[in-house]
């Protein structure tokens, strides 16, 4: 089975500055990987994806994220966060061989202060 | 397109009673999930529809739920005697076969049960 587990419910970054949340998978087979982000009372919004190929994955608004196969991580970073950047981000993996079955971490909240 | 709508986007219901939801999907999209999100939580997988047929249930999906896509196009998630444990968001994705890797998610259902 998959899983994720997301390091930090909490960030608070200043504008300007690197945004940086970490996400950690467990898979027992080839996962694929995702981060979406959730602003309040609204749906979420894919930012990017890791299926195969290049580990380095950019996304929408700025952001990116590097598959560590190594460190089993999928980190999510942008070098210089916006007041618009504030909101719920959520890591999500899923077995390459079960595409249904998706599976989110906790979520991270994301501040940014002026 | 509008994207994925869902209606209503909130409901206020005492406990033992029923309550339906609907999903609305991107048109031509032929594949519609239902999720679930607890406060301070990811999404949890309930169910999947490819077309009409429901291909796929989580054990989260007790006999209590019932979901139903009865033309491939909308799609229905009824919960019977429901329970305060049920107070959710209920979110509902969709997504082409040709890109499975991309859901993409409507508003949700905030449903609290009292």
């Known amino acids: 089975a998959q899983s994720v587990t997301q390091l930090g419910s909490h960030v608070s970054v200043s504008e300007g500055a690197l945004v940086l949340l970490r996400c950690n998978y467990s898979s027992s087979v080839p996962p694929y990987l995702f981060w979406y982000v959730q602003y309040p009372n609204q749906g979420l919004q894919l930012l990017l994806k890791?299926?195969?190929?290049?580990?380095l994955v950019k996304g929408i608004n700025g952001f990116e994220a590097e598959f560590k196969k190594s460190e089993t991580s999928f980190h999510l970073t942008k070098p210089s966060a916006h007041m618009s950047d504030a909101a719920e981000y959520f890591c999500a993996v899923r077995s390459m061989y079960n595409n249904n079955d998706m599976r989110f971490g906790a979520g991270t909240r994301l501040t940014v202060k002026p | 397109d509008t994207g994925v709508s869902q209606d209503p986007r909130h409901k206020i219901t005492k406990r033992g009673q029923n309550v339906t939801f609907r999903c609305d999907p991107i048109?031509?999209?032929?594949?519609l999930y239902w999720y679930r999100q607890t406060l301070g939580q990811g999404p949890e997988f309930l169910t999947y529809?490819?077309?009409?047929?429901?291909?796929?249930k989580s054990r989260l999906l007790s006999d209590r739920f019932s979901a139903e896509r009865p033309k491939g196009s909308f799609s229905t998630l009824e919960i019977q005697r429901t329970e305060q444990g049920d107070s959710a968001m209920y979110l509902c994705?969709?997504?082409?076969?040709?890109?499975?890797?991309?859901?993409?998610f409507g508003p949700g259902t905030r449903l609290l049960v009292l």
């Open positions: 529809f490819q077309n009409e047929a429901q291909l796929e």
């Open positions: 994705a969709s997504s082409t076969d040709t890109d499975r890797m991309s859901q993409y």
């Open positions: 890791y299926t195969t190929g290049a580990t």
């Open positions: 048109s031509e999209h032929n594949r």
